[in-house]
């Protein structure tokens, strides 16, 4: 059975060879297949799980498990590995499983969203909130905050930006903490504004505008590909 850490996320060629190892490892349970492809190009994977010695996958009724719709909810990778894992391990010892596995499949994503994971485990950090695709618009945000991982250090924090007019001041016993003014604080003091890591192009000395839609010019949220229950546009951004 393949290792896996837990203490950690995968990137997608790891991922990808993690789910190969179970596939390979157990074929009367375990097949590995792809059900489209990402804006990237990457192959997004779905492990169907079964007993095949018991009928098809297809012909049995299906309990369905994803994660990562959105880029950095790597955690949700790791729970759908943890999930697979626990099937194969404890399968002939205890009855549930074994019974489940008989008379169901389980269809496992693990990263619907392969690009964005990609962008926010670089070498260089990303944030993008879902897809990796220009949304709305194809080209460059001109003007306002683009999140990114300025300092190198592989984590797109937040950063403080003083301003005599801003609602957070540093803590009185611990300044490296920030917390909200007090309506009667005097005007003008030691204050500050609050935003994501990033560079905040034409920056005009007042005012601060989100660069595209979140951050970036990528405002795609695969979390829209639902049939209802939606807003339009003007309410619910990338839908």
Not at 38 to 59: F, M, N
Not at 76 to 104: G, H, P, Q, V
């Amino acid at each position: 059975m393949p290792t896996i850490d837990y203490s950690r996320f995968y990137r997608y060629d790891e991922l990808m060879g993690l789910l190969r190892g179970f596939a390979d490892e157990n074929p009367d349970y375990v097949s590995l297949e792809t059900i489209g492809t990402s804006h990237e190009g990457r192959a997004i994977p779905v492990v169907t799980l079964t007993h095949r010695a018991t009928g098809p996958a297809k012909d049995k009724p299906a309990y369905w498990v994803d994660g990562n719709i959105h880029s950095i909810e790597l955690t949700a990778s790791s729970a759908c590995l943890y999930f697979i894992d626990w099937l194969m391990k404890e399968r002939n010892s205890n009855a549930d499983i074994a019974r489940a596995l008989d008379t169901r499949t389980f269809y496992v994503c693990p990263r619907i969203n392969p690009d964005g994971a990609e962008w926010a485990m670089g070498d260089n950090p990303r944030y993008v909130r879902s897809s990796t695709r220009r949304y709305p618009f194809d080209e460059d945000p001109l003007d306002g905050l683009i999140t990114e991982d300025l300092d190198g250090d592989g984590r797109i924090l937040q950063m403080r930006v003083a301003d005599p007019n801003g609602p957070w001041k540093k803590h009185p016993q611990q300044p490296s903490l920030l917390v909200r003014r007090a309506p009667t604080d005097a005007p003008g003091g030691d204050y500050f504004r609050v935003f994501a890591e990033g560079r905040i192009e034409n920056y005009d000395g007042v005012s601060v505008t989100v660069a595209g839609v979140t951050g970036n010019a990528q405002g795609l949220d695969l979390n829209r590909n639902f049939p209802s229950n939606w807003r339009q546009e003007f309410e619910q951004l990338g839908a």
